[in-house]
């Protein structure tokens, strides 16, 4: 079943009430898996799967994904078994993004796919480890983990008898590319993301100065959803927030407030479902209100409109910043999650720096890789090593490595 945007003023504005359980429609802006733009590499179709099933799978089944289980989300792996990982987010984000499509009548496959890979270019230590990185590899163009994401999946990943990567669809390369926005054109000469794609960009232009498919969008919003409240769960876990913290907060404060705090774990829990909720009704309608206003016809209408269609409101923006804010306070910057990234950042500095003065330090088949290249391209070599680490082999690679690691803790 198809909707044109026009269908959408019939859906009522509880969100949950505008499409019967379990049933799916796809309306003509969609993303449309029958009409993709195809793959770099021609391959036969699949019998039993869309072009977009197939990209979710191809996600699924590459080891950087499996490696997401022990990269940092914002604790450490070994700091306690319930703390979420870069695994456990993205399955997270996937579950919210195939219900924000499917509310707003997108491709739930695309959304699905575009959740599950967002985070693969990611290193061990979450954003510290990329800080590290950064640094570390300033002469080879620095260190970008959108650009790294979309390295993996068209050159670092070696399955295939007949190319590198994973040949997905010009519709998932594109959402990994732009999923967070246009990229302007004064800005595209020193995007990390443009220069990743240059391949794919002689193949097929990925128009980075327009939007994104709407599936795109949905992912990036499902990601600020996902990790804004997990990370409440988290922070209180840690013991960095109480209950009582939660009421004061912004956003949080007001489904706090009047919850019974005798069992503060279900509390915090029951505000967490709440907030999800809520954000994502408030996602649901506001992106029915502009997609009733531009009125696509077509996926490329949705790219080559002047805003966003997925979008908060903008109370809602201002409200999830103020929470934002109040999470880089008391979570993201508490001086113990400082103590421990900061060491982690040495990690990574003096992994990227042993490798690049020691080639034998490196694993045999990777400094086989490094025969005949250029010192730029080397490091950039040195680089994906280090960032397709997991947190604990990186240690394991630094306690082989040095008489003395940092202590994670």
Request: with cysteine; glycine share 6%.
């Amino acid at each position: 079943m198809q909707l044109r945007a026009a269908d959408i003023a019939g859906l009522t504005a509880d969100y949950g009430a505008g499409l019967a359980p379990g049933q799916r429609v796809v309306a003509a802006y969609a993303a449309n898996a029958g009409l993709t733009r195809g793959r770099q590499h021609d391959e036969a179709p699949c019998p039993t799967r869309s072009p977009f099933q197939r990209d979710r799978d191809r996600i699924i089944h590459s080891s950087p994904f499996r490696r997401l289980t022990h990269k940092t989300q914002v604790f450490l792996y070994h700091e306690g078994d319930h703390y979420r990982t870069r695994l456990t987010h993205s399955l997270e984000v996937a579950q919210i993004a195939r219900t924000l499509a499917r509310q707003l009548c997108l491709d739930e496959d695309l959304a699905e796919t575009l959740a599950l890979a967002h985070d693969l270019g990611h290193p061990p230590f979450g954003h510290a480890g990329e800080r590290a990185l950064d640094r570390a590899l300033a002469a080879a163009g620095g260190y970008d983990h959108n650009a790294q994401s979309i390295r993996i999946v068209t050159t670092l990943e070696h399955k295939y008898l007949s190319y590198q990567g994973l040949n997905l669809t010009w519709e998932t390369l594109e959402g990994l590319a732009k999923h967070n926005g246009p990229i302007t054109i004064d800005d595209q000469a020193g995007s990390a993301v443009v220069k990743a794609t240059r391949d794919v960009e002689a193949w097929c232009s990925l128009q980075f100065e327009r939007h994104a498919s709407a599936e795109a969008q949905v992912a990036a919003l499902a990601d600020d959803i996902a990790y804004l409240n997990h990370d409440i769960d988290d922070g209180m876990r840690a013991g960095l927030l109480v209950f009582a913290d939660l009421v004061e907060a912004p956003l949080a404060g007001g489904v706090a407030q009047g919850l019974d705090e005798t069992d503060a774990a279900r509390a915090a829990y029951a505000v967490s479902r709440r907030l999800i909720t809520d954000m994502i009704a408030d996602c649901v309608n506001e992106s029915r209100r502009r997609l009733r206003k531009l009125s696509p016809t077509s996926a490329d209408d949705i790219r080559a409109a002047s805003e966003p269609v997925v979008s908060f409101s903008a109370g809602m923006t201002k409200d999830l910043a103020a929470l934002k804010q109040f999470l880089f306070a008391r979570v993201y910057r508490h001086p113990r999650v400082m103590r421990v990234m900061g060491r982690a950042e040495e990690v990574v500095a003096d992994l990227v720096a042993r490798f690049r003065s020691d080639p034998t330090a490196l694993d045999p088949a990777w400094a086989s890789f490094g025969e005949g290249l250029t010192e730029r391209q080397r490091l950039r070599m040195i680089g994906d090593f280090v960032a397709g680490m997991t947190d604990r082999f990186a240690i394991e690679q630094h306690q082989r490595l040095f008489d003395v690691t940092p202590e994670l803790r």
